[in-house]
């Protein structure tokens, strides 16, 4: 048999197997959506997670506190008629462990010390792509280290990629440095959240339910504004969007877009069901009167625009972990994954006795495909009637006028410009196979080198199709605006061959549209979204936010920072660079 026609015998079957896979996997599809179609929407109530305080109050003064909190592998319901389902979980034991773990109530100012311990099991329930840059084990075990997204503080208790540990810490990652993590909140009083960050895994170990909020709390400055208080009326909502098995199990596509290159990883993940603190379309019963809503996209890579049914408004008072000057109030907002938005709703303006939230985001976004029936729906509000005209009870919060305003950074501190590119990398069939910032892969030496206590403008250059959210360890930003880019195929191809934006004369084609950020989001970010087609101008602050004043510990110690795409999928396929701070 000749060389010729054996290979096209061999591309023969090779071809087969691809419309064969193919069609299997659109009949998985298939079967995902009819079995998350029949699981009846509003018929959990959302659940308010278990809480942790991240002080302790000793003769009348509140002191640090060491908390320790494990990950677990155990079960968790996500909807009342799927069976239990297989997850990690964060707690202070196993039997208390949820998804999300447990919300960490801190006091700016108040240092809450976290020992993070691994329990997880020899082997991962969810498959993982072995041809990534992926923390390796020689002797077993799930690699995990824990990232508090926007806060502020040591390098070593950031929870860098190259951290990672195993159960008992029996094998630790090469940027390790000690079991216990320091979190000096010493930020301003905001929202964050944690979540896994271990290289090469952050995507899998997320979308298995290593998620939770953090609060840090200033009761003296927050107490005088009179917004919505309390664990009935201040509540956090973490979003993410998961498919299940007919058994329960939460399903990941195992076939890769490249399986000759990346058998597994695919660009984007997304899920069918809708899911608000451990439970797909929650309802929560609401009083007619004002509610604090902490929102988290906690989702692998789904953006959500979210707005009500009823077209009730929302005020949103914070965004990512600040406040904003002053409140605004809108209809509808986006919110990328791992963005966090802080909102108030006055349920006493329905004029409906419910209130469906409801998303519109395309996905992947901005041009991908229409929401559908099921990920449309996020939850469901359902207010008390009112009786004989009137309401119960009386709300005696409020929504200011004004609310926290913040230093401006000065002139003198600005000390350097920088162009940082996206480029997507794709295989002969148009596949993407890689994410790269700046053209460099995670582990290249660090560009971005920023002083501390400086301010820095960057330029960020989207090359891609898709809408990065960019994550800036340590750092806080000011989006400018943002820049659309003229003549960008043009633009495209000498950055494809320079790599230069400057060299590819960026003031040309950075002529086009020019948009500010989102009035909600005119505020302290340290997430935003990046458009396609676009340069988006933020600045970036190396200090405290509300003093200006250095960092109180090292903030140029090893193993560093990161900087890197939101959307996990891109994150654990080289969208990530180091961030190293000189002192």
Not at 349 to 376: E, K
């Amino acid at each position: 048999m000749d060389m010729n026609r054996c290979l096209l015998i061999f591309l023969f079957f090779c071809l087969a197997y691809i419309v064969l896979q193919g069609a299997a996997d659109s009949m998985t599809d298939e079967r995902l959506h009819k079995l998350v179609s029949s699981l009846e929407m509003f018929v959990d109530e959302l659940p308010d997670m278990p809480r942790l305080e991240g002080y302790v109050l000793q003769h009348g003064k509140l002191n640090p506190t060491e908390l320790q909190i494990g990950m677990f592998q155990t079960k968790w319901k996500f909807h009342r008629d799927l069976p239990r389902t297989t997850v990690f979980a964060y707690g202070a034991s196993k039997e208390t462990a949820s998804v999300p773990g447990p919300t960490i109530e801190a006091i700016q100012g108040i240092s809450t010390l976290v020992r993070w311990e691994n329990h997880l099991p020899a082997r991962h329930f969810l498959p993982w792509d072995p041809t990534l840059k992926t923390a390796r084990t020689k002797h077993g075990g799930v690699p995990a280290v824990v990232h508090l997204h926007g806060g502020i503080h040591e390098p070593e208790s950031d929870g860098n990629s190259q951290a990672w540990f195993t159960a008992g810490f029996n094998e630790t990652g090469p940027a390790w440095k000690k079991p216990g993590y320091h979190y000096n909140n010493i930020q301003h009083p905001g929202n964050l959240w944690y979540h896994d960050h271990a290289l090469g895994l952050t995507r899998v170990n997320l979308l298995a339910g290593l998620i939770g909020a953090y609060v840090i709390r200033n009761p003296e400055v927050e107490k005088p504004l009179g917004l919505p208080s309390g664990p009935e009326y201040d509540r956090n909502l973490i979003v993410f969007d998961r498919s299940f098995a007919t058994d329960g199990s939460i399903y990941m596509n195992s076939t890769g877009d490249n399986p000759s290159i990346h058998p597994q990883w695919q660009p984007e993940y997304f899920g069918n069901a809708i899911i608000v603190n451990g439970k797909a379309w929650p309802y929560m019963k609401v009083k007619r009167r004002k509610y604090r809503f902490r929102i988290v996209n906690a989702s692998n890579a789904r953006f959500y625009r979210f707005a009500f049914n009823n077209s009730l408004s929302m005020t949103h008072v914070g965004s990512d972990s600040a406040y904003l000057s002053m409140p605004v109030t809108v209809k509808r907002f986006l919110l990328g994954p791992s963005e966090l938005a802080d909102i108030v709703i006055d349920f006493s303006n329905s004029r409906t006795d419910d209130a469906i939230l409801m998303n519109d985001a395309a996905y992947p976004y901005p041009t991908g495909d229409p929401v559908d029936d099921l990920n449309s729906m996020v939850m469901k509000f359902v207010i008390e009637r009112k009786r004989g005209g009137a309401v119960r009870g009386r709300d005696e919060s409020r929504i200011p006028e004004k609310l926290i305003e913040y230093h401006r950074p000065r002139k003198e501190n600005l000390t350097h410009t920088r162009y940082i590119t996206m480029y997507e990398y794709e295989s002969a069939t148009g596949d993407p196979t890689h994410l790269f910032f700046n053209g460099l892969p995670y582990e290249a030496p660090a560009t971005e080198t920023p002083r501390q206590g400086t301010t820095e403008i960057w330029h960020l250059i989207d090359l891609t199709d898709d809408n990065h959210p960019l994550h800036i360890h340590l750092g806080l930003f000011l989006v400018l605006h943002q820049t659309e880019l003229l003549k960008l195929d043009e633009f495209k191809s000498c950055m494809q061959k320079h790599n230069d934006a400057l060299r590819c004369n960026i003031e040309k084609h950075a002529k086009g549209k020019v948009m500010p950020a989102p009035a909600q989001e005119r505020g302290w970010k340290n997430v935003f979204k990046m458009q396609p087609g676009y340069m988006t101008t933020i600045l970036v602050q190396f200090s405290l936010l509300d003093s200006e004043q250095p960092y109180p510990f090292n903030a140029s110690a090893e193993p560093g920072y990161v900087y890197h795409c939101h959307i996990l999928d891109h994150e654990d396929n080289e969208m990530m660079r180091p961030l190293q701070i000189r002192s």
